[in-house]
């Protein structure tokens, strides 16, 4: 990889690690719904900002008969379904074992390329599946595995949700042929949208305290939106791209770190053997794409 796609995905790992205490933190200000609707809104403003600087309408962009539909889709599941089940998840679960439980949907893809792109199942995705699902019970359970109490199944239920969801999102977002900043844009407005009337009718739009705000901004800037243009760039520039994307497996990892060094939570030996074994699932699945490409 050159240096320049290097330093990309470095810096999009580390970002992407910051933001399940991000999370956390912002979650003590306000609520998981308005959390979704202010950050959400600032990943929109990022992506209109692309298409105008590529010289592209906005309107035609969002509005077109072609593709309208595809952003109303893509929006009602990616952020609003999403972003909102997930940042419940967190609302309830300790950050060590939402953002493990969420990073299971590298295997729910696999799951729905099968099902929905007509994959061919194979020995590796069946390891992996077991793989994560040993890693699920594990953090569920907090390493009690034999008596299968579970210490919030709601909580546990929402992260795993969340995956599916965002499974779901790839697999649609994958037929749509247009550029990803476009797609993107199209699914940040509407799901702003779509956030704007669940507060509008279910919540409200008031918090407690404005830093709790620059919060939701940072996760609209690095989980949302700048983030994922660094990650592309660096595939971009990679010769490898199925190398330079087991980068991204370093973030779950860094990402404790953060929770244990800044929130202050006690890692648990569950929670990070739950994580290395969706990891370890997740890697055997792509083990011959790293190796083919």
Known sequence: MKKSGLKYALSAVFLWSTVATAFKLTLRGMDYAQLLFYSSLTSAIIFASLIVIRRKSVVETLFSKKYVKNNIVLGLLNPFLYYLVLFKAYSLLPAQEAQPLNYTWPIIISIFAVIFLKNKINIRIILGLALAFAGVIVIATRGNILSLHFHNLLGVSLALGSSLLWGLFWTFNLLDSRKEDEKLFGSFFFG???????LAIFGS???????YLFGAVYIGFFEMGITFILWLNALRLSDNKARTATLAYLSPFISLLFIWLILGEKLLLSSITGLILIVSGIIIQR?????RN
Not at 192 to 198: Q, R
């Open 192 to 198: 702003t949208i779509y956030t704007f009337i669940y």
């Open 287 to 291: 083990l011959n794409d790293s190796i």
């Open 205 to 211: 739009f008031t918090i407690t305290s404005y830093k």
